[in-house]
């Protein structure tokens, strides 16, 4: 019995031989073949970062990132405050140097002095303060919400100053006379309050919620809006004009600039989060009486958000400017629920002539606030709390990051940027000069299964300016935790370091930075090379059959069990006139070229890509020969005319050698049952037909040189097949003799057909004229 090979263990055949014949169907064979085991060698893998993309997923600690994907010391951030609030909202400078911070959720408002020194000045009866501001005189006014007021602290005291009978106080601005502005929401409404503290609704945009407030260099109130994302410009009471109209539903922070330009950022989502969870009216620390509680949940929908401008009463505007004049609208709102795959903030610059320009824009992160800072844009984010730089040449480099969930507020302090954060309320000051170390975490890599590290390679720009040294870590859980490895030893070598860490199908790199006089190193791409385990792949099946392929060289189609000829005879009369050609014999047309169509079916566990070698040999033949290489389809079809009739045998070899070194590929075979090819029919010798008493006898002998005869059988005057036994009883053989014994015909000329089939269903036959 043949055997299969597959590296060194061999299996049986299954199924027995099977019998193939041109012209007759097909006769075909499945070989079912299961493989298990796994060997150390696959091709080697690089898990490569040289990319802001790239890098961006890491986690930083006093690093920073440029647009062009390199990783440098981090400006100096350190903090300066921490309160046990879970969210800074705002933070103001004073003219002292002093800076007041707002904090939620317990209402406090704490004042950070030039040293340092902290202090918890007041905690409203509200639990959130979403706006603080300072005049020149260094007055402070507080916003608080839900249902708040505005409070002026002065000397220590908070007293009320101005109550708007709103829902939220969103935004603050003061203005160089001592004028206050308050952004309002639900009704969407602009207040003005006097150096008196007699309030008036300067301007109804009809929007739901004014976001954000800024005075430019006129005098003019800007106020960017929500839902529909419009930022108006205020000149006079009850006289504004669209600035611009935004794609996004928030205009969340605007700078006007001393050029007239102005500055502003559109998000989505943003006031859902400084409501959502929000603890209403904490009993405050200082007594005095609790207002009612209010649950209010406020976001906008997808929808909405592209809805565009909805002014009321008047209709929109046909373009993103125009003057209008609007009462006040109430929206109602659904939660907030994030679009994956569309913009969630936006950077815009609306130039003197009112020409807009979109700096920037992210479908990852909400950029909560921007600064101009030395001819260039800082902006707060909510990925991890980053600090982002955006060049005017519109290159974005990640600044810093804080690690908490969200930088809330940007300001400037002296020759320091001071960042606020959510999450836990914090203050940070970020300087010129630079970290003197930090350290960069790599996303962590899946190698797809257990693999054999081999070595680190980076490139960096360290000379003089410092060094940087790795370590790596490896574990199976998809997060790192406690049955993970410990940092590996230091690497050093940038040319080829090799990797310690054990063997596993999860590994995670970091980078230590140490800065030199003031410097710092820079990298630019790091790789790590890897072996997965390879999986041998499996041939499982193997299947021969025949095709018709058409005289047109059209696709071969399988053949039927039966061919069908087509013979027309027209019979025109006695009338039809004699031609010169006479007429021609009618010759049947027999059925088109025969195709032999080896497939088999072919699976690597690892996904990869396979090549195929076909090899063939005849049944009494020692050496296997190629048919074809380099095959990627899993078929092939052949001329069948290039097979002799006999026994033969198929092999297809299937290897992953192109996706893995020469030394690591693997390979599996299979071989196929025998498959008979006979197309050569049967030979009839007759004798002379010998008459008897009563009939006539012939005798005959019917010969294949192929396969084994099955049948015989006769036919008279182009009747019925009789079928016929062989003289020793069994047809069986390629020899069976036979003797036709013909009784009763009826005088005059009969025609004798002899018929003889093999195995392979060839037809053998005769004729024989009876007189």
Request: aromatic fraction near 8%; charge should be neutral.
């Amino acid at each position: 019995m043949k055997r299969i090979r597959r590296g060194n263990a061999r299996m049986k055949h299954g199924p027995p031989a099977a019998t193939w014949r041109r012209g007759a169907g097909w006769m075909g064979f499945g070989v079912l073949l299961g493989l298990a085991g796994c060997l150390n060698a696959s091709s080697t893998q690089t898990w490569e970062m040289n990319s802001y993309q790239d890098f961006v997923r890491g986690h930083f600690e006093g690093i920073s990132l440029s647009r062009e994907g390199r990783l440098r010391l981090a400006p100096k951030m350190e903090s300066i405050f921490t309160s046990d609030q879970a969210v800074v909202w705002g933070v103001a400078p004073a003219p002292d140097g002093s800076l007041y911070v707002a904090t939620g959720h317990r209402g406090r408002l704490y004042r950070i002095d030039k040293a340092g020194k902290s202090a918890l000045v007041w905690t409203a009866e509200q639990p959130e303060i979403f706006a603080v501001a300072v005049d020149a005189k260094g007055a402070v006014y507080a916003a608080t919400s839900p249902d708040g007021k505005i409070y002026r602290i002065e000397g220590g005291k908070a007293l009320e100053y101005f109550a708007p009978q709103t829902k939220y106080i969103w935004s603050l601005a003061v203005t160089p006379d001592g004028v206050l502005y308050a952004g309002t929401g639900d009704q969407g409404k602009v207040y003005r309050v006097d150096a008196a503290g007699k309030g008036e609704v300067f301007y109804a945009t009809g929007q739901s919620h004014v976001t954000g407030l800024a005075v430019d260099r006129d005098g003019r109130v800007l106020a960017g809006t929500e839902p529909n994302g419009i930022l108006f410009r205020i000149s006079a009471k009850d006289k504004a004009f669209v600035l611009y109209n935004a794609s996004l539903p928030e205009v969340r922070a605007i700078s006007a600039q001393p050029d007239g330009s102005v500055y502003a950022v559109a998000m989505g989502g943003s006031l859902a989060k400084r409501t959502q969870g929000m603890p209403q009216n904490a009993p405050a620390t200082t007594g005095g009486a609790s207002t009612a509680t209010v649950t209010t949940s406020i976001s906008v929908s997808a929808e909405s958000a592209q809805a565009g401008p909805d002014i009321k009463p008047q209709p929109s505007p046909s373009s993103a400017t125009g003057v209008v004049t609007a009462a006040p609208v109430t929206t109602s709102f659904a939660p907030a629920n994030e679009v994956s795959g569309v913009e969630k903030s936006a950077v815009y610059k609306i130039n003197p002539d009112n020409t807009v320009e979109t700096l920037w824009s992210s479908k990852e992160e909400n950029v909560y606030d921007l600064l101009p800072w030395k001819g260039q844009l800082l902006l707060a984010t909510d990925a991890n709390g980053r600090v982002y730089r955006l060049s005017p040449d519109r290159k974005l480099t990640l600044v810093a990051q804080t690690n908490e969930a969200e930088a809330t507020r940007l300001v400037a302090s002296g020759d320091s940027i001071l960042a606020t954060t959510g999450n836990l309320g914090r203050v940070y000051r970020m300087e010129d000069r630079l970290e003197t170390s930090g350290v960069y975490e790599a996303p962590v890599h899946d190698a797809g299964t257990v693999a054999l590290w081999g070595h680190m390679v980076w490139r960096a720009d360290d000379a003089g300016a410092g060094n940087i040294s790795f370590r790596t870590r490896t574990g199976n859980s998809l997060r790192p935790d406690k049955t993970w490895s410990d940092w590996s030893a230091p690497l050093s070598d940038p040319a080829g370091s090799k990797i310690q860490s054990p063997n596993a199908r999860y590994i995670q790199w970091k980078a230590e930075f140490t800065g030199a006089q003031g410097k710092t190193p820079g990298l630019d791409s790091v790789s790590v090379a890897y072996l997965p385990q390879n999986t041998t792949p499996v041939v499982k099946s193997i299947t021969v059959v025949t095709l018709l392929a058409s005289a047109s060289g059209a696709k071969p189609a399988q053949q039927s069990p039966s061919a069908v000829y087509s013979i027309t005879v027209t019979d025109t009369g006695d009338a039809a006139p004699a031609t010169s050609t006479g007429t021609p014999t009618q010759v049947p047309s027999r059925a088109a070229s025969q195709q032999m169509s080896i497939s088999w079916v072919a699976e690597d566990a690892d996904g990869d890509r396979l090549v195929y070698a076909l090899w063939f040999r005849g049944e009494d033949e020692r050496e296997w020969k190629l048919l074809k290489s380099n095959l990627h389809e899993s078929n092939y079809s052949v001329d069948s005319d290039a097979f002799a009739d006999g026994k033969y045998l198929f092999r297809v070899v299937a290897s992953d050698r192109e996706v893995n070194p020469p030394g690591a590929a693997r390979e599996a075979e299979l071989i196929s049952a025998p498959v008979l090819i006979d197309d050569t029919p049967p030979v009839i010798h007759a004798a002379a037909a010998r008459k008897t008493a009563s009939g006539v006898e012939v005798g005959f002998e019917a010969v294949d040189s192929a396969s084994p005869l099955r049948r015989c059988e006769y036919s008279v005057d182009a009747g019925g097949w009789t079928p016929l036994e062989s003289l020793d009883g069994v047809i069986d053989s390629l020899r069976e003799r036979f003797v036709v014994r013909l009784e009763h015909l009826t005088p005059g000329e009969h025609v004798l057909v002899l018929r003889a089939v093999d195995s392979a269903n060839n037809a053998g036959l005769t004729k024989i004229v009876l007189h």
